[in-house]
């Protein structure tokens, strides 16, 4: 979304830095001078006592002189609550009272109906609130106070209330203010029975609001009291406020607690949350009733990069905990993890905050655990391993879980890390050859030297890719340069081709525009002269056969299947080899040996034609090209299924 033009600057107008920031700190009144617009404050970005950030309503801007934090209204809103851009700017924008710009009438529209349902919403919150005080109330009361050890304070700084068992007390309450009953409907405060009847969804419930990430309420969560309900918990519908599965209870606290440096920890209920948050875990979320989608992971990981979770020690909190790492597996990526606190004896957050205090709690996020040591223990916890069929059966589980991982540098380290946890639990190690270095006089073994300058700008050293694939390559497109006439031909295959570096790709491009182009040389010379001359001016291509004869056109197709046929069963080669390398240390499998043997296979083939005859590629044509057209045909690069 897009803003109009001198958006932001009316919002700079209509709202003061100082009335912004004044929220969250306490003005040093012995330096402010608040005439002038000048504020001094304890910089609530870092610990500090003295009062080194600066506020300057006039320029509009803040500095602070011990972390150096600094910026605007829209800057100071986006840092201390951890938002983005836009939603800084709704933010501020609200406290303005400028209506943010829509981006159609159908968008306004929504907007519109969204405000009205959660006016219904701070209604119903309202009626429950004064439920819990009342004698209507008293048991839920109890139950706050003693078994969750929850004061007052705490039941309204979480807007903790009481539905009480009358089913239509709310509906009563909210038809007092006015609000029709389709609105009662779809904000899922109210449902209506089968004979038409409203009444209260939660009634016979303490509630708890949940709210979005700016702090709007749009839904509602019950916890019955009755042991005997067919549902301890029940949360709201799905509904145009509310979509349970990308939505986090306390996300906007959280959200400003981790800004703060807080770590983030995933509980799994609300209690839970509220027992973190009131012993200073503040920054503490919980999924709304339901397993941890990937929208939600999503929503986790902006929040902050490494968060714990810290689900139930009991069997069900186990298969929470296992879940979200068979989820969380194919979205790593670099800097984005998750570590897992294991609670003791089954307890739950609540029960170990009240059993034993927050100290304890610290210690076991302090002891959290990284994912692939989970995982591990998932797969080798309680089972026997002494025989080579179990111990493939393990290797075999753990490259497919290790297979789901899509960022290559994770996998790699993913790879390195269950090897070692495999080392450690089998006890065998794999012993490197010994490689001596150059024999000099006294029988002892010289030092390696540095590099020669010709070595460290030769081809081999800056090749991207294994060489000789690059040099392949070189040959193929310089061919195709010379002899645009065989481009439909070999267009497929060009296309296909999975090229090692930016200039090749370049001249792919160009060439498979220029087809059938008689001056495809002069034109990609005038336009990437560059990549060109990388290219023709290697040896190994200015002495190819079908750049030394550019009138031959049969000559340059042979060549071009042979180069083809060459360079992807090499590719094929390298990518089982790489793929066994990934593999665990342990005897390979039977399918593991029949997939190398078949590459090398296909590669000693491709590769033995040009061995034969070398000396004249031009004799015996007939052959040679039936020979090309198998390998071509057979796909004896690709991976065949048994």
């Not at 019955?224 to 549902?231: G, V």
Request: proline share 5%; with cysteine; glycine share 8%.
């Amino acid at each position: 979304m897009s803003l109009p033009n001198g958006f932001l600057d009316e919002l700079r107008t209509r709202v003061t830095l100082s009335s912004i920031v004044g929220k969250k700190v306490t003005w040093d009144m012995r330096k402010s001078n608040m005439a002038k617009g000048d504020f001094w404050a304890p910089c609530p970005f870092h610990q500090e006592k003295s009062a080194s950030f600066h506020v300057d309503d006039r320029k509009g801007y803040y500095y602070c002189f011990g972390c150096h934090a600094k910026g605007d209204a829209v800057t100071f809103v986006k840092e201390s609550e951890n938002l983005g851009f836009m939603e800084a700017v709704q933010v501020l924008a609200g406290e303005a009272g400028m209506q943010m710009p829509a981006r159609d009438p159908q968008a306004a529209q929504r907007a519109d109906r969204r405000t009205e349902l959660q006016q219904v919403m701070d209604e119903a919150v309202k009626f429950y609130r004064l439920q819990l005080k009342t004698a209507a109330g008293s048991a839920a009361r109890t139950y706050l106070s003693q078994k969750r050890r929850l004061n007052e304070q705490a039941w309204d700084r979480w807007d903790i209330g009481w539905s009480p068992d009358n089913a239509q007390a709310v509906v009563e309450a909210l038809k007092a203010k006015g609000i029709p009953e389709d609105l009662m409907t779809a904000s899922g405060v109210v449902a209506k029975s089968d004979n038409g009847r409203l009444y209260d969804r939660f009634h016979a419930r303490i509630i708890f609001p949940i709210r979005d990430g700016r702090g709007r309420i749009i839904s509602l969560g019950g916890r019955s009291l009755d042991p005997n309900a067919r549902a301890k918990y029940l949360n709201g519908p799905e509904t145009e406020l509310f979509d349970k599965g990308r939505n986090l209870f306390n996300q906007s606290p959280a959200r400003e607690a981790a800004g703060k440096g807080k770590p983030l920890i995933v509980a799994e209920g609300y209690m839970d949350v509220i027992a973190l948050s009131e012993a200073g875990f503040t920054a503490a979320v919980a999924p709304l009733g339901t397993a941890v989608t990937e929208d939600q992971l999503r929503l986790i990981w902006r929040i902050a990069d490494e968060p714990v979770i810290a689900l139930d020690g009991d069997t069900a909190g186990l298969r929470a905990a296992q879940r979200v790492i068979d989820l969380a597996l194919p979205m790593l990526e670099a800097g984005k993890a998750l570590r897992f606190a294991v609670l003791p004896g089954g307890m739950d957050p609540d029960d170990l905050i009240k059993a034993n205090g927050a100290p304890a709690m610290q210690t076991i996020l302090d002891q959290a655990k990284p994912m692939v040591q989970l995982l591990w223990q998932r797969e080798t916890e309680g089972r026997v391993f002494d025989s080579p069929e179990r111990r493939a059966a393990l290797d075999k589980t753990l490259r497919a879980h290790l297979a789901r991982i899509a960022d290559p540098s994770i996998k790699n380290h993913y790879v390195e890390e269950v090897k070692r946890l495999r080392l450690d639990l089998f006890g065998t190690a794999q012993v490197r050859p010994f490689q001596p270095g150059p024999w000099r006089k006294g029988g002892k073994f010289a030092p390696p030297g540095g590099a020669l300058a010709s070595t460290r700008s030769s081809l081999l050293a800056q090749a991207q890719g294994p060489v000789e694939e690059s040099l392949r390559e070189a040959v193929i497109l310089a061919t195709l340069i010379i002899h645009p006439a065989l481009i439909h031909r070999f267009e497929t295959a060009l296309e296909r081709l999975d090229l090692s570096g930016d200039d090749h790709d370049t001249l792919r491009q160009m060439i498979l525009a220029g087809a059938d182009m008689p001056d495809l040389h002069a034109r990609i010379a005038q336009s990437a002269p560059a990549a060109l001359d990388a290219v023709l001016s290697r040896p190994h291509v200015a002495i190819a056969p079908p750049v030394r004869n550019p009138q031959d056109d049969d000559l340059a197709a042979l060549c071009l299947a042979e180069e083809l046929a060459k360079l992807e069963a090499r590719r094929g080669a390298r990518r089982e080899i790489e793929d066994a390398m990934e593999d665990m240390d342990g005897l390979p499998d039977e399918g593991l040996t029949w997939r190398l043997s078949q590459a090398a296979e296909a590669r000693h083939r491709s590769e033995k034609s040009g061995q034969s005859d070398s000396a004249d590629l031009g004799e015996d044509r007939a052959a040679l090209s039936r020979q090309l057209q198998r390998l071509i045909d057979d796909q004896v690069w690709v991976k065949k299924n048994r």
